[in-house]
């Protein structure tokens, strides 16, 4: 059973940077056709892709987040990041890794799609103000 522990969520000011880690257990993330993201949730708001990888190389981002945001990954470490530059207070929300364990090919307009993703952490916290 894959399990994703979620990590390195904080707060902090307008502006800042902070990177956020996934630890995958009971999976290996190393592979060309493995497919991982990160997504996020606002109070008040529904779940939205914010960054998606597949093979440890592809990357897709959504549009208010591409430049500021890169996701990565450490197979060696077995583990998802997400580095977050000129955060903004709108990235206020609780972020979610996800794996899509029973898929080996996504199209890539659905790569940010909360639907093709069946694992998910618990999700971390960020905060970002003034």
């Known amino acids: 059973q894959v399990r994703l522990v979620e990590s390195g969520g904080d707060s902090v000011r307008i502006g800042g940077s902070l990177t956020l880690s996934c630890e995958v257990y009971?999976?290996?993330?190393?592979?060309?056709?493995?497919?991982m993201a990160w997504f996020r949730q606002a109070i008040g708001k529904e779940r939205e892709g914010v960054a998606a990888?597949?093979?440890?190389?592809?990357?897709r981002y959504a549009d208010s987040v591409n430049g500021r945001f890169t996701i990565s990954t450490n197979n060696a470490k077995n583990t998802l990041y997400l580095q977050m530059n000129s955060l903004k207070p709108e990235d206020t929300a609780t972020y979610y890794c996800?794996?899509?364990?029973?898929?080996?090919?996504?199209?890539?307009?659905?790569?940010?799609?909360?639907?093709?993703?069946?694992?998910w952490g618990q999700g971390t916290q960020v905060t970002v103000s003034s």
């Open positions: 996800a794996r899509a364990t029973q898929k080996d090919y996504i199209q890539t307009l659905r790569m940010l799609l909360e639907s093709e993703y069946d694992a």
């Open positions: 009971g999976d290996s993330i190393s592979g060309s056709y493995i497919y």
């Open positions: 990888i597949k093979g440890g190389v592809f990357t």
